[in-house]
């Protein structure tokens, strides 16, 4: 067999084997559906492009929606492959995710020499 997460509401995820694929739908809903290409093995954790069907709620028609499963607490962030690093770790100039997705998409304010920090913005 293979892992079915249940949602705490409505929502089910469970691999299709002959379409080497995961697969979301909901349960009051069967019109909703959702798929993401990737492995059996990832058990679709970590963040993921899923293709979202039928979300009359969200977007008519098929969207594409970056989807976090993951069992990282709230004080970890969680890599792209789905391991959690220490939130702390977040964009701190050193890979710690095998994937560096921790160092991904940071961004810092630099100060400009007349910039004056007694002053409100």
């Known amino acids: 067999g293979y892992v079915t997460y249940f949602g705490f509401e409505n929502t089910i995820i469970f691999y299709q084997p ?3 694929r995961w697969a979301l739908r909901l349960v009051n809903n069967e019109n909703v559906t959702g798929t993401v ?4 093995n990832s058990l679709a954790l970590g963040n ?8 009359d709620n969200c977007v008519k028609g098929t969207v594409i929606r ?3 499963l993951t ?4 004080d970890d962030f969680t890599c792209n492959d789905g391991l959690c690093v220490p939130l702390l770790y977040r964009c701190d100039g050193a890979p710690n995710c ?5 160092e991904a ?4 304010i630099e100060k400009i020499n007349s910039y004056q920090q007694h002053l409100s913005p």
Do not use: G, M, R
């Open 66 to 68: 970056p989807l976090s």
């Open 48 to 55: 993921n492009k899923w293709i979202i069907h039928n979300d």
């Open 71 to 74: 069992t990282c607490v709230e």
């Open 18 to 20: 002959d379409e080497n």
């Open 37 to 40: 290409s990737t492995s059996v």
């Open 98 to 102: 095998e994937d560096a997705s921790d």
């Open 105 to 108: 998409d940071c961004k810092f």
